[in-house]
């Protein structure tokens, strides 16, 4: 296999004829999918998804893929394809149109209709959206487009088989080969197969699962399990799954109006998303089955279930709330039971346990995939991958969509079925892949940084500024404070130090007081009294005295007034 590059040189122009992939997220992370195919001098872009922060980056609400390259190419942009409505496919669109707004903007009808309410929320136009099904071909430029069915943790998944005179790309998105799925709407392997005829130039294929053997347990066997969970539990159910997962909440539907249980949907999204499924036949809801959240606790507990988001230990989301004892509808009683209904995504392993253990501390009784089946997840186990391989025989492969090992492990499930190791393309972020004469080859890179979203800021938050974060939150705050007289340079006012955000109390900081003076005083000796020199005089002698003695490394701000 060609292997993982570093420092690689920004790649020249692409050569007339020739076929270029830029992948701008999603390859070395699970989230913030997008891939750039370029042909004469336009560009498609596949996907525009979001990432999720982790505990090492506080502060931080949502990270984006790295617009910087496309940014002085916007109009060449022929087009936007999105193969489904998942956030880390769709989560970072409204940014990008807020640099060209028009982009004409091609997917399913429920991921679509997932993506207009984010055009509202940042008040963007939803004119340029356009629904493609299974088996509508599209031209968008220079690119001719098939669409194709698959199977997905979503409802409305898509493939993309890219057409084009350098040659041809199939792009799975988000896949699985459920044979029995809840929609009856099963991944496409007849086509998959005619493409393969057809002859495959690049095959980019999701590589989440490539290491989990054999086939992912099929989705209706999760049903029985949670209806089993219902008919044990005696108290409240909430149960806690991504807020576009339509067919886990159709199970849950189902078994709690088989439990005689009445459903509130607990958080914004979760609220939106199900109602637009609703809107678009893709849910069906009993009548009079869901209630609101502030109507539901003047039920019996026994007759409540409540749908939240935060299967993830997102800190702001409802079940993270939940089991802080802070949301505004739902506590948590000895006797109810809290169901992840989700997969557990990389990184994020740490809050999601915390929640847990939060939860079991006030009395719930959790259930979770390591101890029940409540949830399969939605991605192509090495069988399936295998099979698809088999199916399609590529010509080039590029795994996408995981981390390095997920991506890795792909690249040899596809060596195993007979693509040669140096057909097999292992790139990361940022790494550019151009498709000349049928084969695909590493050309250069180009930047690919994480773009954070704090608030209303974009893009302005850098990794020094995160480290100081996260110095202030483990580390602590130390201030130290003196007034000189800028001409002689006598200590006006000695030196006030102040620790915030450690265990010690300030006090402990006076018998380095005396140190810090002396310090102060022989760096203002000599008649050339600088601020800048004082102060790293001053930070100098506290930083090596709190890493002795109080084993810390906080973020140390001395102040020194010139009067």
């Not at 489904?84 to 496919?89: A, F, K, Q, R, S």
């Not at 071909?137 to 698959?150: K, T």
Request: aromatic fraction near 6%; hydrophobic fraction near 40%; include cysteine.
């Amino acid at each position: 296999m060609m292997p993982l590059y570093d420092n690689l040189p920004e790649p020249a122009p692409l050569k007339k004829g020739n076929l270029r992939i830029v992948p701008l997220g999603g390859l070395g992370e699970v989230g913030r999918n997008m891939n750039v195919l370029e042909f004469d001098d336009k560009l498609l872009v596949v996907d525009c998804g979001v990432l999720f922060p982790e505990e090492s980056q506080p502060g931080v609400d949502l990270i984006l893929p790295d617009f910087s390259w496309i940014e002085d190419r916007l109009d060449d942009i022929v087009g936007m394809v999105l193969t489904h409505g998942h956030e880390d496919h769709i989560g970072a669109v409204p940014y990008l149109l807020k640099l060209r707004e028009d982009i004409p903007i091609y997917g399913s009808d429920l991921t679509l209709a997932f993506v207009e309410p984010k055009l509202r929320e940042h008040r963007l136009s939803a004119e340029n959206l356009h629904v493609v099904e299974e088996g509508d071909r599209q031209a968008i430029g220079p690119f001719d487009c098939e669409f194709v069915a698959v199977t997905h943790s979503i409802p409305d998944a898509l493939a993309v088989f890219v057409r084009t005179p350098a040659g041809k790309v199939l792009i799975t998105g988000d896949f699985k080969m459920d044979q029995l799925p809840l929609d009856h709407r099963l991944t496409d392997l007849r086509s998959f197969a005619r493409f393969g005829e057809e002859g495959v130039d690049l095959f980019m294929v999701d590589s989440t699962n490539a290491e989990v053997p054999g086939f992912v347990t099929p989705e209706r066997e999760i049903g029985p399990v949670l209806d089993q969970v219902f008919a044990e539990a005696t108290g409240q159910i909430i149960v806690a799954s991504f807020a576009s997962h339509v067919h886990r909440v159709q199970q849950v539907i189902n078994a709690a109006a088989h439990h005689g249980r009445s459903v509130a949907l607990v958080g914004r999204s979760m609220e939106r998303n199900m109602r637009i499924a609703q809107e678009k036949g893709y849910l069906t809801i009993p009548e009079g089955l869901i209630v609101d959240s502030n109507e539901i606790s003047l039920l019996p507990p026994n007759q409540r279930v409540y749908m939240a988001t935060g299967s993830q230990g997102e800190p702001m989301a409802a079940l993270s709330r939940i089991s802080q004892g802070s949301h505004r509808f739902v506590s948590i009683e000895p006797g109810d039971t809290v169901i992840f209904a989700s997969s557990l995504i990389p990184g994020n392993e740490n809050s999601v346990y915390r929640v847990i253990n939060d939860l079991t501390r006030l009395g719930a009784k959790v259930v979770h995939q390591a101890n029940a089946k409540v949830h399969v997840s939605g991605h192509a186990a090495s069988g399936e991958l295998i099979y698809c391989y088999n199916i399609v025989q590529p010509k080039n492969v590029m795994p996408i969509h995981g981390e390095i090992r997920h991506l890795v492990a792909n690249g040899q499930l596809a060596v195993l079925t007979g693509v040669k190791p140096e057909d097999v393309v292992l790139a990361e972020d940022g790494v550019v892949v151009d498709l000349e004469d049928g084969h695909a080859r590493v050309v250069g890179a180009v930047p690919c940084e994480y773009i954070y979203v704090d608030g209303s800021s974009i893009g302005e938050i850098s990794e020094d500024e995160l480290a100081t974060r996260r110095t202030l939150g483990s580390e602590g705050f130390v201030s130290v404070y003196a007034v000189v007289e800028g001409e002689s340079g006598m200590v006006l006012a000695p030196p006030t130090i102040r620790a915030i955000g450690m265990a010690e109390d300030s006090s402990v900081f006076d018998e380095i007081l005396p140190d810090v003076t002396a310090a102060l005083e022989e760096a203002a000796s000599g008649g050339n009294v600088d601020a800048h020199v004082l102060q790293q005089a001053m930070r100098r002698v506290i930083g090596r005295w709190v890493g002795r003695h109080l084993r810390r490394r906080p973020m140390i701000v001395p102040v020194v007034v010139l009067q």
